[in-house]
């Protein structure tokens, strides 16, 4: 049974993989030369339909929860990796499971369509362009993943004046790096993180550099106390926790860091109501006057702006939008999810709710509160097992459901283009791996080997916990899960350091922990 992929990114990899391992024959077609997708930096800036990362990026995630589940990030590899080591470790993935001979390159989807007998096979009709010829030719497949994300068509949204506006309008979609916009008087509109990401870096060049935002943010770092990565603290207890409680720990964390009051950046909305905004350098720009705070825009002039607090910046040269994306599969025959204020109606994110036959799934139509490499990765596992018929769907996937879902993400998320397929990371990759049955089993495992139980559970939160049993178990999980902070701490030790005694803070804890203890249990005897 052949399988279009569409799409070699980090989703698009994933997808071959699982087909192999499912038996299922892949054949996915890539628009460029390599493999990457995002991570593939490229330099067409001009001509990119594709989204493409910053030439400085740094992910936002550590690389333990980057990691497929079966393919840790090399331990001496940087925490925080800059994106020309994450295309590294992709490639490396690629060659580790073989998979280059499955990809297709410089050839795009034009089209996707059923074929006249669908509803007894559930096959489709692709179209397929070579991109140096330009010629084209249809094929049949009897399943489609479309792992192209949700970074190809940009948001562009329709300022008052803006049509009149004589500088630079620039969408962070065709921005690569800051050189050229040297001593410019700039406004970066947006405070996700790429625009975030766009301000700290242009500013550093900028004559004036404003950075414009609606709502304001919470900014979190990506270290913690002591310098760990921060996504390293959540485990499966924290993550339980009720919503509000949730709220007020990361707020007060964000608070540590920085008065977002006095910073010109505390929102209204509670801090798990939108995305977070992860950036380590904005405070010091702020501080440091490169960097400039504003509120949204009221309307462009020829030559400047004005904010919606009534202050005015004339003479500016570039104006640089960080406005997210709109969903959108150009390809797709004309009666797939109807997509409405950037809303799509699929279940648990991958399949049309009305489609007779389940052999068509999206891959990676999602915004998580984590790392896209293991949710994707799960849901190429899924829907490979659907498709080969070892896992079934439920045989009636209500819309009801559906709808309460999406009122549920109206609720609680402020209104905005990313929110409308936002989710929580632990819980999603939970329902997704019970679908296929590699949910560890914590009952057992409590029972079983307690103390292991007592990692997982009160521990990172790691995605190789989706390899300990069920369908595609690999033998080296339990290992990984064991040796993280090993590999967390390799990088940073490359110098025999001055080994940490215990301070007088750490004396007058412990001193206290004892006399409450005596304490105790006086009052107990």
Not at 7 to 16: K, N, R, V
Not at 141 to 170: M, R, S, W, Y
Request: contains cysteine.
């Amino acid at each position: 049974m052949r399988v279009a992929i569409i799409g070699a990114g980090c989703s698009g990899m994933a997808a071959i993989k699982s087909c192999v391992e499912e038996g299922l024959q892949p054949v996915c077609f890539e628009k460029t030369s390599e493999t990457g997708g995002l991570w593939n930096y490229r330099e067409d800036v001009a001509t990119s339909e594709l989204g493409c990362v910053f030439k400085s990026t740094v992910i936002n995630t550590s690389k333990e929860v980057m990691s497929y589940s079966d393919f840790p990030c090399p331990k001496e590899f940087p925490n925080f990796m800059h994106n020309s080591r994450v295309n590294e470790y992709l490639s490396m993935y690629v060659k580790k499971f073989d998979l280059l001979k499955y990809i297709i390159f410089e050839t795009s989807i034009t089209a996707v369509k059923r074929t006249d007998d669908f509803l007894s096979t559930g096959r489709w009709r692709v179209t397929i362009k070579d991109e140096k010829t330009g010629g084209t030719k249809e094929e049949i497949f009897d399943f489609v993943l479309i792992c192209t994300g949700h970074h190809a068509k940009p948001n562009i949204p329709q300022f008052p004046g803006i049509d009149k506006f004589k500088g630079e309008v620039l969408h962070t979609h065709y921005y690569r790096k800051p050189f050229g916009h040297e001593n410019k008087r700039i406004v970066v509109v947006g405070i996700g993180n790429s625009g975030v990401d766009s301000a700290v870096e242009l500013g550093r060049f900028a004559k004036k550099l404003f950075l414009s935002t609606r709502r304001g943010t919470w900014l979190l770092s990506r270290l913690a106390n002591q310098g760990i990565p921060r996504d390293l603290k959540r485990n499966r207890v924290t993550t339980s926790f009720p919503l509000w409680l949730r709220n007020r720990l990361v707020e007060s964390s964000c608070e540590q860091d920085i008065d977002h009051t006095v910073f010109g950046l505390k929102p209204a909305h509670r801090a798990l109501s939108a995305h977070p905004t992860v950036n380590d350098e904005l405070p010091i720009r702020i501080t440091s006057g490169a960097v400039t705070i504003k509120p949204n825009i009221k309307r462009f002039t020829e030559t400047g702006i004005e904010f919606d607090d009534g202050t005015f910046e004339d003479n500016i040269d570039l104006v640089v939008l960080a406005t997210g994306y709109d969903i959108a599969f150009p390809f797709l025959y004309e009666k797939f999810a109807k997509i409405e204020d950037n809303k799509i109606s699929l279940y648990k994110h991958m399949f049309y709710p009305e489609m007779e036959q389940p052999t068509l799934a999206v891959i990676g139509l999602l915004q998580p509160w984590g790392a896209a490499n293991p949710v994707v990765e799960l849901q190429c596992r899924w829907a490979t097992r659907v498709f080969n018929g070892k896992v079934k769907l439920p045989p009636k996937i209500h819309w009801k459901a559906i709808r309460r879902k999406q009122a549920a993400l109206q609720k609680r998320y402020v209104q905005s283009q990313r929110h409308t397929i936002q989710e929580d990371y632990i819980s999603y990759m939970d329902e997704v791996a019970v679908e296929i049955g590699v949910k560890p089993n914590f009952w057992k495992m409590f029972f079983q080997d307690p103390k292991f139980w007592y990692t997982n559970v009160f521990g990172v939160y790691l995605p190789y916990q989706y390899r300990l049993e069920g369908p595609g178990a690999w033998e080296g999980a339990r290992e990984a899960i064991e040796t993280v902070w090993d590999r967390v701490e390799m990088p940073m030790r490359t110098r025999e350091a001055v080994k940490k005694s215990a301070s007088v803070v750490d004396v007058k804890i412990l001193l206290l922990g004892l006399i409450g203890l005596v304490v105790i249990v006086l009052m107990c005897s």
